[in-house]
């Protein structure tokens, strides 16, 4: 297994070095056709939307895919700021945020929980880079951004990890030799906010270029803190940069080097009990509270055309993320239980793509990845006095894959699609959990250290069908796996079974009055086989994932609609879906069996009335239904353009865990507004904002009993000079 991942790494170091001396052997060759960034430009000036998360620039409404993809003008006028917001511009799309972590699930598939040793069916990437998995990938901010493609499905015929319920790709902005440019902003708002963004393109020379990236916050916390407390709770500032550096010697070689910085200093992860009568931000705390983030990320691309115009790319990952957080585990200023943690996560990975040209019949997309995570936990204790439990643990993850995808056009217009993906993974932890009562040690317990290695194999294979330039039709199969896991606690069972889904989807796209009118429709249909999901240990007031056997499903239909008239402009995106869990018995930790009572199989029935029978139930995190839409209108005047904006936003009920209490684990429905009026003149930008209008108190994520507020009403000025 060793030489396995040595004899990887040596093939994606040896293929890396292969395209740079090919580059070098072909730098002064004649021109090659279009490269990757000169196809985006080419497809912008022609106002196509394009999708490049398959690893090929291809136009969205021809590709057979369900997703949306927004340009950095839609994230300004829609005001996504991170992932939390841009849950209400994307269908089926769901972000729990608990401060630095999150739960992200596209069609109720992805998390359940905030855990390091459970893979993320929905990955995020940044540049083509699989970033962390489940923390800092929350609060990110989004600046000096190209676009964003959110993709739903399965994707593991061509993503570098293992995708179970689709896939973000954020875009940042590249380097251009053309012309010096950029942006500056900035923007005040109530509670004291002030922000900073600011962006600089500078060319070195006609085939170097420089671009340097900014973005800052600083305000008064969202809560009214009583208590005890110490810390400084009323605060959150953040800090981010980036730097790309382009090199293209050659119409055939180009390569991009980007270097990210974020520092997050919450303040605190605030929390209160699920039933508190209180207003979601009145709490109180007795405990110091801490919680601030850091994360250094660095990714290289490489980009090698042939003269036949077959392109080798490298891509290449670096980061390490650094955490330390204390908080009120009981939510009050009464009680004394407390969560303290210190942890570092650190992530390699490198990913190789063979991508042939676009106008042959028969095209294709080869590609090697391999990754490797380590998270290094030394400080997790858990204070619930007399009780001290104490985790120190280091795990480190192993993914190894191979895939290949391949398109072939039957007939003008119709092509079919199919796609292999092998994965190896492994999984290996040192864990050790040590109990103190009253201050005497009671010892200390190993964890389980290894698991069996997961070998998987998934694919895809499809038909679609170009009826004419305004219809498109679509229909694929597809798996997807999600990888086993380790628990850490040591009151569970020692690990958990791998994931596996398959998608049954079919689409339609067309384009009306003459393109000003965009729309899709799909319909999908999973089929699950080990189901996991997160169950709450009441002992180390942690979580656990377990495994459904047997066959659960997903259905759903997902619809979007965009309008360009003009000085109009509009967009629509809803989703309806229904989910019934596998036959499966359990017991609510929450509520456990009293001593003597009858055993609780996963097969079912018993006698027990703390065995519950979950059958058919809602899987977690999929509201049965989400609407977005959004209306501008531009007013032009003699000095400028005028344009007000709305933007509402619906999330039906969804559950938190699959026992479903009614009051413990929903979250209720909300509708959020947005409001904005800009105002342009020249390279000038005045904006007026204001997100949740109707000021909406709502509860965004519960965990362990606690509760999560969302943002609460938002509002301010921004002004943005270009340059």
Known sequence: MKDLRVRGCTLIVGLSLASLAAAQAHAQEGRAPSSPSETDKSSASDREIVVTAERRTTKLMSSPLSASVLSQDDLRDRSILNLDSLQFAAPALTVSSYGGGNLVNIRGVGRTEVVTQASAGVPIYRDGVPTFNAYFSSAEPYFDIKDIQVLRGPQGTFAGQNSTGGAVFVRTADPSTTEIGGYAQLGIGNYTDVQAQAALNIPISDTLAIRFAGDAEHRDGFYNYSGSFTGHPDRYARAAGRVGLLWRPSDRFEATVKVDYDYFDYGANTYAPIGSPNDLFDVSSNTNLFAVDRFVRVGGTLSYTFGDGTILRSITGYQFGKTRQKSDSDGTDIGNLTLEYRATEEITSQEINLISPEDLPLRFVLGAFYSNSIVDLPVFEIDAPPLVIAIDSKLRRDNTAVFGHFSYDLAPGLEIEAGARFNHATVRQNLLTTLTFAGFPLGSTPGPATLPDDDEITGKIGLSWQVSNQHFLYGFVATGHKNSGLNTSIFSPPSFEGEDVTDYEIGYKGNFLDNRLRFQASFYHYDYKNYQFNQYDVMTRSAVIRNVPGKSKSEGVELQLDGNFGSTAFNLAASYSTSKLASYFAVDPRNPPVVGAPPCLASGPSTSPQCLDLSGRRLPFQPKFTFSAGL???????????????????????????????????????TLVNAQLAYSAGTWTATLYASNLLDKHYVAAKLSGLRVAGAPRQFGLRVMKTF
Request: aromatic share 10%; no cysteine; hydrophobic share 35%.
């Open 632 to 670: 501008q209108h531009r007013f032009d005047l003699r000095s400028g353009t005028l344009t007000p904006r709305v933007d509402v936003a619906y999330l039906d009920n969804q559950y938190t865990t699959v026992f479903q209490v009614p009051t413990i684990d929903t979250l209720a429905a909300r």
